[in-house]
């Protein structure tokens, strides 16, 4: 027996033998699947199209970040590799210059990433190239660089000459203690403890106006540490924005110490050392015309790291004592601060003492016979 109409699967036979596909099992599968489908269409386009924008809005600096966090933070084990990223950032610091980018753009863009790895390539690469770097400079500051003795600032500042030395020391086993930033109340402990151990030390004195100021720093050279300029504003952006601005504050700190003590500094501890992120267009400048007056430079080879703000006993001596370890000339100029706030500092000054003692080293100020420990160069 035939019957008029029949369930299938896929829908109801109507009699005259055409599947109802409206309202069907069918009809209902297919509904979910475009629905399923579509929303897949969808959401994979917004990707896609987000995506792009962000990948067009952020692609110079994605690629300079990722190319420079990769050499440093995963420390690929190839050397190859390694190489490979730096050449790229390499390469990325040259297009943007070829891109009309200034100098000044550039290192912007770079310090904008508080990347150490970037900081720290561009560090290198500063030391590593310093005929590209030069070539990047302004054309009369590169011509104020290759110039005699006689240069467009001789005319400032002319009390600002010193005698140079005429050859450098180098004594073996030896420590330089060295405090910037200086002088406040932390420099009477520091000045105490150096007492209790017959040391002498380096200070090198950024400083104010006050009597108070003056009596301290008063205090050093009567006790026969050997003083230095730093910087009297401390002010990098300031004191970097020019050889002009840097010879002022230069010229101010050396005033401020000399009406102070009487004593006439001939060494100078560039503040952030003598190659930082603030003074990296003019750093040769800076170094040919501190040295044209007379003076000596000192950067350090061993850091305490005191001056950042979570430094601790713990840190301070490990960074000291692991650094001494490190150096493989046995000497070493340490960076220490006796600014106010640097309370740690003193609590670990002494320990560093005692245990620098134990290990046979022997203490001494620095003079500017002393051969600099430069950044520009190793031993
Ligand atoms: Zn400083």
Redesign the pocket.
Known sequence: MIQNTAETEYGTKAENGKIMYFGSVKFFKHLIYTVVIGWFVIATGLAVFFGVKYSLEHKENEALIASANVSSEEKPSDGEEAEHEKSSLEQHYLRMSAQGYTPEDILDFLEENESEAVSGFVDGYISANPDKIEALLPKDAAETEAGTNANEYTGLYPELYVTPPTEYTIKEKTIYLTF??GPSENTVDILNILDKYGIKATF?M?GGDDERTAELIRMVAEKGHKIGI??KS?EYNEVYSSVEAFLEDMSNTYNCIYSASGVEPDII?F??GSINNYNRLIYNQLIAEVTRRGFVYYDWNVSGQD?SNNATWTSIYRNILNGIESNDTQRAIILL?D?EGRETTVTTVEDIIIALIDKGYTFEALDNTVRPINFSYTE
Do not use: L, N, T
């Open positions: 910037d930033d090198f950024s730093h910087s401390h501890r503040p952030g001056a601060h600014g």
